[in-house]
């Protein structure tokens, strides 16, 4: 009983070792070696972001009917700004101009096309224009999953795992999943962290509500059946004994 419990632990330990070439990011960069990319990240807005936007000039009350507020409180400085929500047809209801349609826009786009319909009603207008629902979702093999506020405009892949305390040793780092969706249209995209090539990935930079899966490694995989196998055995082992106890202590009769 005791050399099948041995050769337990034993597969247990040999199945959960892990080799470097599993767990070792950009393997494959030099030393010195200087990458130049044209990689980057543009968010486009997409159906329920919320946005917030707030338009201002050199004159105070000539830009006040173009922000949305909601009704201060009494002993309140300033009312608290209304933020905007894409709704199914891609639109926001903007104070004064009525609907105006921003999905897939980028805020730089957004913005040029505000001051084309506001240039009848205001000269030189500022505008500032902010995603506030910028998450990511981190699941699968990592220290600390979760969903996580992106607090700037862009988020890479590796920020979003940091986020999420990094791979733990039986995370797969070759074959990392993004789930992006657009407006019901999901697109599935793998990339290789072992690999340089991953910083110029399309999903090396994330776009908002992306979902990042991490797979278990096959030595996560073996030391999982190991351990029910283990379970099994112990449960027949302790059957074993217990009917043999029960067999030397029952009294002759």
Do not use: W
Not at 22 to 44: C, H, L, M, P, R
Not at 75 to 89: A, F, H, L
């Amino acid at each position: 009983m005791k050399n099948v419990f041995r050769l337990i632990v034993l597969g247990a330990v040999l199945a959960s070792c892990v080799s470097k070439q599993e767990v070792v990011y950009f393997q494959d960069a030099k030393d010195y070696e200087t990458i130049v990319s044209d990689n980057s990240s543009v968010n486009k807005f997409k159906v329920d972001d919320v946005v917030s936007i707030h338009v201002s000039t050199l004159n105070p009350e000539a830009s006040l009917p173009f922000n949305l507020y909601r009704g201060g409180q009494e002993g309140e400085i300033r009312p608290e700004q209304i933020d905007y929500i894409v709704n199914k047809e891609g639109e926001i209801n903007f104070p004064v101009l009525g609907n105006i349609k921003i999905l897939g826009l980028s805020p730089e786009e957004t913005k040029a096309l505000l001051k084309e319909k506001l240039s009848p009603y205001l000269k030189n207008p500022i505008i500032n224009i902010r995603l506030k629902n910028f998450t990511v979702t981190v699941l699968g093999q990592v220290k600390k999953p979760g969903t996580y506020p992106v607090n700037g405009e862009q988020i890479t892949i590796l920020e979003a795992l940091g986020l999420a305390n990094d791979l733990d040793i039986k995370g797969m780092r070759n074959n990392v999943l993004v789930i992006r969706d657009f407006n019901g249209t999901k697109v599935y995209y793998r990339i290789d962290l072992t690999t340089k090539e991953s910083l110029s990935s399309p999903v090396y930079y994330l776009t908002q509500n992306d979902v990042v899966y991490v797979e278990p490694n096959q030595s996560a995989i073996k030391t999982s059946a190991l351990d029910n196998r283990a379970s099994i055995a112990v449960s027949i082992a302790s059957v074993l004994i217990t009917s043999t106890v029960l067999l030397v202590t029952r009294p002759n009769r």
